[in-house]
């Protein structure tokens, strides 16, 4: 075994996903496989192209793969061939200065195919072969003897030359899509980091993409632990990932075009010149849109997730002033179209929402998955929602084996109300279902029989309109792929008229309804008997409608003493000072809305959250808290046990502290030893953040 045997077998390890993109080349390619096709891969930069090109060439001996990198491009035909006869001729050594002409090169090259039952070529970064596009597909292609096999790999589709040359049944477009979530942590997990908060954190940060999640991973093993996340590094991987982007663009100008759409959830022509306060003439706008990470969606155009987040977060370090121009210009367009088009308000919203500075907000994902169903639901679906909910459950922190839950409603409820329930499918699998119950005899007398529900009943009002939302199941695989389809489903339950309650206990959305103008009732609280809580909102569309709801997150409160610090009065507090403040919330933790408590959450109070108005202070300090566990859990062995004792005894609230240092096998003294070395740590993470 040679040195390069060592890189091979690392690099294979290190290939996750794209197992049907292989197997398709395997049988395209096959010496047994009798039909003739060119097939080409595309997608933006850093999708992982070159390591699929590069993946089959180490695995398929047996088609004597020829690979050509093609990155400097090539600027005439006898560049290719150069580079071709280099490949396949053994004695090039004798007269390397020589070159084959077009005759040779296609009779060595049928040879060489023909002593081997056929070859396999790669051309990768096939955008730099333009000069010889036209040359291969009359001159040199029609030439070859089909046994030589065919598989390329660039930014763009084969342009439309390949169609109207007669090749169009003949080759085959493929787009790369960003990996899955359960492929990052399998990725993850090779790279030795075997967190699950860390594999979800490079998710949200990466969405998928190789290029992405390969740079942060590689910052994580240099640094020597798993906290990669702080915004130095950040900055670094952002800016690899902006040269590869940008190598994408014809014109300077679309670097602007780009910055002013990662603004924004979606964008057409008219708010692109809306944002630039500028002409942006039609063909120039549509060439734009033809860049390999431009989405189509419905009428309108979206930045893939991961661009947008990139770009956006680029933008905002290095031009906040920008940001906020443009996002006013958005929000004025938007506001206008309400105005004209009076039926577009509620779907209009989801846009205005996705104008705030929230990091829970931007992180949705709103991939465009044409393999995903969203229907009814059917009796026969009603086992499978039983088990959607089931699993979803045992994945949420504050789970509680042997704990009452709410799975017993679900056949009563679609029994009661079938137009309740909504699916969510890919292909035959269902991945996900929400419900939004309305309230009315039938439906309160199934919620009085569990624990959970029945505090919330009596907010009921007999004759007036509302539902309650508190039944939902996810595969907790690909949530954070799907958390944005997953909105808009629910969404179209949801009736535009009365009150909304929600009675949910999972800590992933609850930051998400004060946004939309939801308030606490906390009479409506559960907690069951092992401590799980579980928080009512609710929205009362009857006093203000929802559009008017999301219109309030753009309107600045006055800050007020002791409310709200004056901007100008904030002082970095002490180390010991943020201690003695967190002891205090962390023992409260589930009551961080008791006013009472305000003085020690003001310390963790972002200075710059003029767009989040309406987002409790104590719903932004569970956040930052949770994102600084996660900085924390991601690193050695002492550290994650301090974050899981934590953890243990004041989010999740598992037990008291004797059972805890029980359970974790520790002395009394030793855990509570621990247990304040761990809020120290904590302290230390937030005082960074």
Not at 128 to 139: S, T, V
Not at 435 to 453: A, D, G, K
């Amino acid at each position: 075994m040679k040195i390069r045997d060592l890189l091979k077998d690392h690099q294979r390890k290190l290939f996750v996903g794209r197992e049907q993109e292989l197997a398709l080349i395997h049988r395209t390619t096959s010496r047994y496989q009798e039909d003739w096709k060119w097939i080409h891969f595309y997608g933006q930069g850093g999708i992982g192209k070159t390591s699929l090109l590069r993946s089959f060439a180490t695995v398929a001996n047996e088609t004597y793969p020829i690979y050509f990198e093609g990155f400097s491009g090539f600027q005439q035909p006898l560049d290719f061939l150069r580079l071709l006869r280099r490949s396949i001729d053994p004695n090039r050594h004798y007269n390397s200065d020589r070159v084959w002409n077009l005759e040779e090169a296609i009779e060595h090259l049928n040879q060489f195919a023909i002593l081997h039952n056929g070859t396999t070529l790669l051309f990768d970064t096939f955008e730099q072969w333009g000069n010889i596009e036209d040359w291969l597909l009359e001159e040199w292609l029609p030439a070859l003897n089909p046994s030589i096999k065919i598989c390329s790999a660039g930014r763009f589709p084969l342009s439309s030359k390949w169609r109207r040359s007669g090749f169009i049944h003949m080759s085959q477009n493929i787009e790369l899509h960003p990996l899955s979530e359960v492929e990052v942590k399998k990725y993850v997990g090779i790279c030795g980091f075997d967190e699950s908060l860390l594999a979800r954190s490079l998710y949200q940060f990466s969405k998928g993409v190789p290029l992405a999640l390969s740079l942060a991973c590689e910052i994580i093993a240099q640094g020597g632990r798993t906290s990669f996340l702080n915004n130095l590094q950040q900055k670094e991987v952002i800016g690899h990932l902006m040269e590869e982007l940008i190598r994408d663009l014809t014109y300077s100008v679309y670097q602007t075009y780009l910055e002013a759409t990662a603004l924004v959830w979606r964008f057409d022509q008219e708010l692109l010149q809306a944002l630039l306060k500028e002409e942006v003439p039609t063909n120039r706008f549509l060439e734009f849109c033809r860049l390999p990470f431009i989405i189509r969606h419905d009428r309108s155009w979206m930045l893939h997730d991961s661009v947008r987040q990139w770009i956006y977060t680029d933008l905002r370090d290095r031009k906040p002033q920008v940001v906020e121009t443009y996002r006013l210009r958005a929000l004025d367009t938007l506001r206008d179209r309400e105005k004209k088009q009076p039926d577009l308000k509620v779907e209009l919203s989801v846009d205005k929402i996705y104008l705030c500075e929230n990091d829970f907000v931007r992180n949705f994902s709103f991939r465009q998955d044409h393999n995903i169903r969203i229907r009814g639901c059917y009796e026969e679906d009603i086992e499978l929602c039983v088990q959607q909910y089931l699993n979803y459950l045992q994945h949420q922190s504050n789970y509680i084996a042997d704990e009452v839950h709410l799975e017993n409603l679900i056949r009563p409820l679609w029994n009661a109300a079938p137009e309740s329930f909504i699916t969510l499918w890919n292909h035959d699998q269902m991945i996900a279902f929400c419900t939004c119950v309305p309230l009315r005899e039938s439906t309160i007398q199934i919620f009085r029989q569990n624990p959970i529900t029945a505090p919330v009943t009596s907010l009921y009002i007999p004759n007036k309109i509302q539902y309650l939302i508190t039944v939902a199941g996810v595969d907790p695989n690909i949530e954070s792929e799907i958390n944005g389809t997953i909105l808009r489903a629910l969404s179209t339950l949801i009736n535009r008229e009365g009150e909304i309650i929600n009675l949910l206990s999972s800590p992933n959305w609850l930051p998400f309804l004060p946004l939309l103008g939801y308030e606490r009732i906390e009479q409506a609280d559960t907690r069951t008997e092992k401590g799980v809580i579980y928080e009512a909102y609710r929205l009362d569309q009857n006093s203000e409608n929802f559009t008017s709801k999301v219109d309030r997150l753009f309107s600045p409160i006055e800050a007020t003493e002791p409310m709200q610090l004056q901007q100008n009065e904030r002082s970095t507090p002490s180390l010991d000072e943020v201690f003695l403040h967190l002891k205090r919330v962390l023992k409260n933790y589930h009551q961080l809305h008791d006013n009472s408590l305000l003085p020690s959450l003001q310390f963790l109070e972002p200075s710059n959250d003029q767009y989040i108005t309406q987002v409790p202070l104590s719903l932004k300090v569970q956040q930052k808290i949770e994102s600084a566990l996660i900085s924390i859990v991601s690193g050695n062995n002492d550290e994650r046990l301090l974050s899981s004792i934590i953890q243990s005894a004041y989010i999740r609230r598992t037990g008291p502290h004797e059972l805890l240092a029980e359970r974790y096998n520790l002395s009394s003294p030793t855990y509570y030893r621990y247990l304040r070395k761990g809020i120290e740590k904590l302290a230390y993470e937030l005082l960074k953040k």
